[in-house]
């Protein structure tokens, strides 16, 4: 093993900063304009915990901590904010007094719904009320300490910290209680669940989401519902097949947008079909697509307060920008964008300027504003400067290549932070989860961390990914670790020819999730690479589909019932050909996820050491899945300290 000695001076990334970095993100922007609330995510290694503070910036550009926790919604005169503390307690805070006043608790179900609800809470428009969505546990079913009894489809949690393994019993509704405080009435009551709520202007209607077909564990079809506040009638809006997902009701009240896919299969992970805008009537008339022309994948929508334009993002070609279309004529302009990637925004009260949240490649999250009708922009937030100023990160550059079935893909690579071009390097090829998810211009930890350790790393966007039409995204349908895992060879072969300070000779391979099913994919095709880490990956997609929580992606993915399809499973799973592996490989998996269950990495394993490959497995207790950001911050540096250290081993101590 090469010590950390012997490693390149740390001008880069190293494993000590992971704990400096503060995302920024969620700003709010008070009615008057003149306030803003946002969050930053900090680590506390002392305490091994994420902190998320809230961060009121006034007018008078004073920051105020107001505590741990979320805020969730301005009253409608810019007076009050509401907000949640980390226990689910749900309080006002006073600007005028810098006091905050206790308003209901708020319960949690640790029943999953997928990745793009929202379990938000909200002011009445009028100011009288407050929406808010919490679990029934009153109905819930006290736990057998001896006996577990399963009748449900989805009985799994997404598991990790701070959740119990099972789901629990309870359902999700919608709560109304009086912005001056009385008691909280639910006003959805029965056996079904809500969430992503949003009023209708007049404050007498609030629209959510709601799967109330026979089997909703099962058909993952979401729809559009509406309840009215003081009657309590409920009546369903939207009827068209596929999911639907976050409504957000029109500030004239004609309309209701929200996003939506068509597909007869869903999943409760992300699908391969990119979700677009679609329209549709309070009454529930008059629906249609709306961004269909677009032809990538939509996120975060807001409307103009005209109620004429609607605002949102999606990615493109490694990007992620902020676009505004007409609801008349359908216009897509894009109107904040460049090199980056654009998470989070809000716009002011006269939709003339926007607040929003904005990452590059070597700069974690910070808040820009934007001047003179978007003219001119101003970066509100230094969270990161100081340390940042004290690190030189090296810039990655784009490529394109071409692939078979004439596909063009497009990549990155980033040299070591210590770069002579004298002298040759070894190589990681990083690949990203989904599959149909998107590398680009946002700041990843691993990648300047490998920089930093004297590795070039490539990452790419093989087919499948988002963010190149909807073509592209459908590339790994029927087909995990096929096409895509020839464009990342031939993206591969592609660098290598054209930068020859590259090492051929010392390469690794590196993924979480997709990225890790995709890298014990890897080494079950090719023995070119000297080392391999998978982190959380899959191994064998027939048992997947039984034991996930994501049981539904592959029905989604491979067209059908996992009993249906267990011959093209098993084709497409790598433990089918582990008997090809020469390959030493670390495996790295959370102890209780159940996205990609534990028994993914035993069962590679068990595979790996019987074959005599150098192998070790390392489980981290009482994790999850999730995005790696959400390891505790010692989970989290061991995880990063122990990829290094593999690479170092047989990939550094093997260069003469």
Known sequence: MISTEMRDPARGLVIEDLCKIRKVGTPLLSPSSEDLVYHVSVSDPIENEHQDLIILLSADKKQAVLGRGVA???????????????????????????????????????????????????????????????????????????????????????????????????YTHVILIPSAGGLPVNITPGNYNEHSITWAPDSRQIAFISNRNACPDDNQQNDVWKVDIHTQYIARLSEHTGLAYQ?????????????????????????AEDTHIALISPNGENFRYLTQSLDRRIEHVRWHPSGKYLYFTAGDHGNTSIYRIGIEKGEIAMVQGGAGCISEFCLDALGEEMVFVRSDTNHPAELFKTKNQGAATEQITQENTDWL??????????FWFDSFGSIR?????????????????????????????????????RIHLLSQAGYAVLYMNPRGSHGYGQTFSNGTLLDWGGGDYQDLMAGLDFVLSENPWLDAAHLGVTGQSYGGYMTNRIITQTTR???????????????????????????????????????????????????????????LHGETDNEVPFSQAEEMYIALKKQGVDTRLVQYKGEGHGWRPDLKPRSKADLNERMIQWFDKYIKAAIP
């Open 529 to 587: 690479f000297k080392a391999a880490v998978t982190d959380g990956g899959l191994s064998n997609l027939v048992s997947f589909a039984g034991t996930s929580l994501y049981h539904s992606l592959m029905e989604s993915e491979f067209g059908g019932r996992a009993h249906d399809r267990f011959d093209l499973l098993w084709q497409c799973s790598p433990l089918r050909n582990v008997a090809q592996v020469t390959t030493p490989t670390l495996l």
């Open 389 to 398: 100023e004290t690190k030189t990160l090296q810039k990655a550059e784009t």
């Open 72 to 170: 969730h919604s301005w009253s409608p005169d810019g007076t009050e904010l509401l907000y949640e503390t980390e226990s689910g307690d749900l309080y006002i805070y006073t600007l005028k007094t810098a006091a905050s006043r206790f308003l209901a608790r708020r319960y949690d179900s640790s029943y999953f719904f997928n990745h793009l609800a929202e379990k938000n809470c909200s002011w009445s428009p009028n100011g009288q009320y407050i929406a808010y969505l919490s679990a029934d546990i009153s109905v819930a079913e006290p736990e057998n300490e001896e006996i577990r009894v399963i009748d449900d489809l989805l009985y799994k949690s997404k598991g990790g910290r701070s959740r119990p393994v099972y789901a629990d019993h309870s």
């Open 409 to 445: 893909a497009q990549g990155w690579l980033m040299p070591p932070v210590n770069f002579d071009e004298t002298r040759r390097y070894p190589l990681i090829l990083l690949v990203h989860g989904g599959p149909h998810n998107m590398f680009g211009q946002d700041f990843d930890e």
């Open 247 to 271: 409504p957000t009701w029109s500030p004239d009240g004609q309309h209701i947008a929200f996003l939506a896919v068509s597909g007869h299969s869903g999943t409760n992970d992300s699908t």
